[in-house]
């Protein structure tokens, strides 16, 4: 089985508070916690953070919360301190702004690394058919092999010459979560920001840089997360259709 960790950090620059901010009556990292639970693959669930008002919360609805220092750089240094001393082999990071992440993909994440010798990371990638989101910075793209290793995440429209068409080929969006190796973890702590990780602003470049092997998995719920305040009604109104279909 693999332990969960829900990175969650009170500072955004874009949307301060984020985390927090209510969703259908509920803080929007709760929402990411109640669907983590649902995993069959995921034993260990842990919100990791390096604030008292998260931690509160994440308590007041029944969260195991482990703090943090308050020094991280990135999601991925603080998802490794969370679990460090744990015994688990796969440690799935998954993003506390993503109140509509699928508990079947997190298991099917888990399950490509036990699966596949080769891989050190799994991560979900998505058809992409808007061209807007197609040369939008802030969308990540990634360009994989025949057989789901990924060759590069840019911010960047790649493939060149590809339109998010059929007709065109399959151009695809990375969702931004995370199933870890414990040694591809440790390696990324190990190892020193590379110039692709700073010139993309991308960090999962720095373990691709270190020679850490990427397994994409489909996704077919495009499952939209928070960004900016101004994702927040066609988030809401998903949460709010998917409890009334349940």
């Known amino acids: 089985m693999a332990l969960g960790v829900i990175p969650a950090r009170l500072g955004s620059t874009r949307f301060p508070g984020k985390v927090l901010h209510p969703l259908a009556g509920k803080p929007m990292m709760q929402w990411v916690w109640e669907r983590a639970r649902q995993s069959t693959a995921i034993r260990d669930l842990v919100i990791a953070t ?27 240094s603080r998802v490794a301190e969370a679990a460090g001393g744990c015994p ?64 590069y995440f840019s911010r960047g429209a790649i493939p060149h010459g590809f339109s998010p068409q059929p007709r065109f080929g399959a151009t695809w969006e990375h969702q931004g979560i995370y199933a870890f190796r414990r040694s591809a973890l440790e390696a990324w702590i190990s190892s020193p920001p590379s110039p692709l ?50």
């Open 50 to 76: 390096d604030s008292e008002a998260v931690r509160q919360a994440g308590e007041a609805f029944g969260a195991r919360v482990v703090m943090t220092d308050a020094r991280h750089e990135s999601g991925t």
């Open 197 to 246: 990780e700073d010139a993309e602003r991308l960090e999962q470049l720095r373990l691709m840089d270190a020679g850490m092997a990427f397994i994409a998995v489909i996704a077919s719920d495009p499952s939209p997360g928070v960004n900016t305040i101004e994702d927040i009604p066609l988030v809401e109104q998903l949460l709010r259709r998917q409890c009334r279909e349940q």
């Open 88 to 151: 688990h082999n796969i440690v799935v990071n998954i993003q506390a702004d993503e109140p509509l992440v699928d508990p079947v993909l997190l298991d099917r994440l888990v399950h490509a690394l036990r699966s596949t010798p080769w891989a050190h990371v799994a991560t979900p990638a998505l058809t992409l058919l808007d061209h807007d989101r197609l040369v939008n910075p802030n969308v990540v793209k990634l360009v994989m092999a025949h057989d789901h290793r990924v060759l």
